[in-house]
């Protein structure tokens, strides 16, 4: 199989709109990924999968990540003049930046024809909470179908053309993500929405409530 | 005085209203004995045929991944024998493997070999066992099914006196296994593995030719093969359909390329293909056992290097699969570099194998649902995580 330049070289040679950026993976794996932009994505995707070179007709395994913003320092060292005219003293400046936080689609793709792999894909969202909308490479491929579901459920990403996007594993009157870094879990499901809501209102009125209990006179105020 | 007040009685609708010939909705499940667990099929029927089936999940569900990402790599490994409880080992072995990708661990000779044996017998356990329920789908009550669970058994006593436990082994590490198995303990599981195609044999007499399986399965449920390439189908379910795609064989897995086995193939990708895969699948295995047992070398079973406490694997991804019995078993981990996973991720191969339930079920009768559902072969545990 060619290696992961190459593809990126030819995908940027083919679609000249879409940027195509290789995301290093620093561990022994060295499993490497491409970075694509959503606009282009459905397009690439198709692409990868119909091309005779790679046939990519396998998407294994689609996952989502959750990178919540957080706090960078930079250090940047720097020598300084000692006034009392000695050798220059170096002093480090510490500058802090606030790293934006995103959502991740990540996809790994396989050929059965060729029997080669993997080619990672990943797709990022401009952030963690109103541009969390993606395109669905469900089109392309079948099984990120349940997978792009569980996504949208655990996670929060929207997927754009997916045929139905509903959530998988939590009740659909659920209201937050639970695979995101920032939940919290609440002390006690049992004040959570569910759909037997009704059952327990028809339960409370199932017996009426017993006559308030007689109220007792209360003591009148001596003069 | 009435119990019940006069408007309480059922309703009973006459059958030449607006609501005749129309389509039937029948919720099947959580609580049903042939969906394998609390899964749980919306079927909508046309008379007998089924036009539409949606599948609901998450009835199991109990957030694995996020409970593995706040606890160190080690104390997630007995916690995935959860996912798929009927092959505890295979699950160990694909979180081993990708937690050793992560971390570039080596894994001695010895312990390849027993991975690949322990992996084998719970293909044993798992297939014997499918073909038992498959056969409790078909409406024979239990007789097959107590068969299997009599081989399987034998096998569970061999994991319960290695690990400690039948069915949650907590047998593997990274960088190897947890105990290494006495002569005795071998002896007595070549003894069994070649004892097993007696079993099959006789298995196989009492069902493959019956007449009430052909009859049911064949040219039910067919499945064609691009369609599985493109749902992301694996395991025997797709090789029924006649695709060559066994990752023991396409990624040469651990010591796999050291042993001689073919890869069953199916033509029709109907239940009945899918039912004899399970089977010559079977007898594959007893021959890797063979091979494995004749040339298991001695040595040590855990890499000198490894460590289990305070592990922290640096920065970095990787993505780790295996052939388990029920197809793709994948677990794709980041390290942010801490002691605890940034990502984990379970690719569960029962979960995308369902992806095409609605296509295999549509035209046939709720009867043969609850059959094809039994030839995908799916664990609760692994579909809702």
Wanted: a negative charge; glycine letters at 6%; hydrophobic letters at 40%.
């Amino acid at each position: 199989m060619e290696n992961l330049e190459q593809i990126r070289d030819r995908l940027l040679a083919r679609f000249p709109a879409a940027q195509v950026a290789i995301v290093v993976n620093p561990g022994s794996a060295a499993e490497h990924s491409l970075l694509l932009d959503p606009a282009s994505a459905p397009e690439i995707a198709r692409f990868l999968r119909d091309d005779p070179m790679l046939q990519l007709d396998y998407c294994s395994n689609v996952t989502g990540v959750d990178w919540p913003e957080k706090e960078i320092t930079d250090i940047v060292k720097k020598s300084v003049p000692d006034p009392a005219g000695g050798p220059d003293k170096v002093v480090e400046e510490k500058t802090k930046r606030l790293q934006p936080g995103y959502l991740e689609a990540v996809y790994h793709l396989y050929s059965m024809a060729r029997k080669h792999g993997s080619v990672i894909l990943r797709l990022r969202t401009g952030n963690r909470s109103d541009l969390v909308t993606l395109p669905s490479l469900t089109p392309v491929w079948r099984s990120a179908d349940f997978q792009e579901r569980e996504i949208f459920d655990l996670y929060g990403i929207v997927f754009a053309g997916h045929p139905d996007l509903r959530r998988l594993l939590m009740w659909d009157e659920f209201k937050d993500h639970p695979m995101r870094k920032d939940y919290v879990a609440p002390d006690d499901f049992e004040w959570e929405p569910t759909p037997h809501g009704d059952v327990h209102e028809r339960a409370k009125a199932h017996y009426p409530a017993p006559p308030p209990a007689a109220s007792t006179p209360t003591p009148e105020a001596k003069p | 005085m009435s119990l019940f007040p006069a408007n309480s009685g059922p309703t009973v609708r006459a059958v030449h209203d607006e609501f005749h010939g129309d389509l039937l909705e029948v919720s099947m499940g959580p609580q049903h004995p042939s969906t394998h667990g609390v899964f749980r099929m919306v079927v909508t029927l046309d008379g007998e045929q089924i036009v539409k089936l949606k599948p609901v999940f998450g009835y199991l569900h109990r957030n694995h991944e996020k409970i593995a990402e706040n606890t160190s790599y080690l104390s997630s490994m007995p916690y995935t024998d959860r996912l798929d409880y009927l092959c505890s080992m295979t699950t160990n072995w694909a979180y081993a493997l990708a937690v050793e990708k992560l971390s570039g661990q080596a894994v001695p000779d010895r312990a390849q070999y027993l991975r690949i044996i322990m992996a084998e017998l719970t293909r044993l356990v798992n297939h014997s066992c499918l073909v038992g329920f498959l056969f409790n789908d078909l409406g024979t009550s239990f007789t097959p099914l107590l068969y299997a669970f009599r081989e399987r058994e034998k096998i569970l006593d061999l994991f319960e006196s290695l690990s400690g436990s039948r069915m949650m082994c907590n047998y593997q590490r990274f960088g190897g296994c947890r105990v290494d198995p006495s002569p005795e303990w071998l002896a007595a599981a070549s003894a069994l593995v070649d004892n097993f195609p007696r079993f099959l044999d006789e298995y196989e007499t009492m069902l493959t030719g019956n007449e009430i399986l052909l009859a049911r399965t064949q040219g039910v449920g067919r499945l064609a093969a691009a369609h599985a390439i493109n749902a992301g189908i694996t395991g025997p379910v797709l090789r029924a359909s006649g695709v060559d795609y066994d990752l023991r064989k396409v990624d040469g897995t651990g010591f796999y390329p050291r042993f001689e086995f073919r890869v069953p193939l199916g033509a029709h990708g109907d239940t009945y293909d899918r039912y004899m895969m399970r089977i010559l699948e079977m007898r594959e295995s007893v021959k890797i056992l063979q091979q494995a047992f004749k040339t298991l070398p001695a040595g040590p079973i855990m890499d000198p290097k490894a460590k289990l406490r305070g592990f922290r694997p640096k920065a970095g991804e990787a993505y780790g699969r295996l052939e388990s019995p029920k197809g793709e078993l994948g677990f794709y981990l980041i390290s942010d570099g801490s002691p605890n996973p940034w990502r984990y991720r379970v690719r569960p191969p029962s979960l995308i194998n369902l992806t095409l339930l609605e296509e295999m079920c549509l035209g046939h009768t709720i009867a043969d649902a609850v059959v094809i559902l039994g030839s995908i072969d799916i664990v609760l545990g692994e579909v809702d995580r």
